[in-house]
């Protein structure tokens, strides 16, 4: 087992944070899946009025995919590593985008409220010590009705697709990590994958946290079964 604790996975995301948008890239489709989760909240226009909290923004892949569908939102990015923060906000972004450099843990000590319309967490979750601790806080800060949108890899349960991610992991992205100097993060990415929940009970522990309409979605390609969105909403308050 490979799994990084806490402090030292910040380490390693600001250390990978010069390389990341360039491996990232290189995975067929990857921004065009975050943009299709985005799309699957169901968020109405162009996100006129709507304030969204992108958390684990990393690079801004998710902002960018958030920007994109949403472009009149009024985006909060929140990442806890200061290097991937930091490429992430050095980017050109037009106006109602903000960065904020805090754990997802601790939202109120960074100043970060709500209530807000919408939250998008993309591979944020596994990545977590405490997933109920955080999705509780996502509630709080989500405004009634509001929705939640998880974009995780999440495996089916299939051996098949546990054996798709290992050979790609293994094969491909572990190798080009190590010449790179980020081989413990991407030992870590492996493992954090396959000791995450899988689709079922992550769809399950969305509800246990308080939240309703909980849709679990695959999405295409070489990802079918490895990745999916996660779509749920805090429930309307009753009068």
């Not at 995975?27 to 989760?37: E, F």
């Not at 919408?118 to 009705?145: E, I, K, S």
Request: glycine share 8%; proline share 5%.
């Amino acid at each position: 087992m490979t799994l990084l604790r806490d402090e030292d996975l910040a380490a390693a995301f600001d250390h990978a944070s010069r390389s990341y948008d360039a491996l990232v890239a290189a995975n067929p489709g990857y921004h065009t899946h975050l943009r299709r989760s985005v799309r699957r909240m169901g968020l109405p226009g162009q996100g006129e009025g709507l304030r969204v909290l992108d958390l684990g923004c990393g690079t801004g892949a998710s902002t960018a995919a958030l920007r994109s569908v949403l472009p009149a939102a009024d985006i909060t990015a929140v990442d806890a590593s200061a290097g991937m923060l930091a490429r992430a906000a050095a980017k050109p972004w037009a106006d109602g985008v903000r960065f904020v450099h805090a754990p997802a843990e601790h939202l109120a000590d960074a100043h970060v409220e709500g209530p807000f319309d919408a939250v998008f967490a993309a591979y944020l979750f596994r990545n977590l010590t405490d997933p109920d601790a955080v999705l509780a806080t996502v509630r709080a800060v989500l405004r009634p009705g509001g929705r939640l949108g998880v974009h995780e890899y999440s495996l089916s349960g299939r051996r098949a697709d546990r054996a798709v991610w290992t050979l790609v992991c293994r094969g491909i992205v572990q190798p080009a990590a190590t010449l790179l100097g980020d081989g413990p993060l991407y030992r870590h990415l492996w493992s954090s994958v396959v000791h995450f929940d899988p689709v079922d009970r992550f769809a399950a522990r969305l509800r246990d946290a308080g939240f309703d309409k909980v849709r679990a979605l695959s999405l295409p390609g070489w990802q079918t079964g490895i990745t999916h969105t996660f779509v749920a909403a805090r429930p309307e308050d009753l009068r």
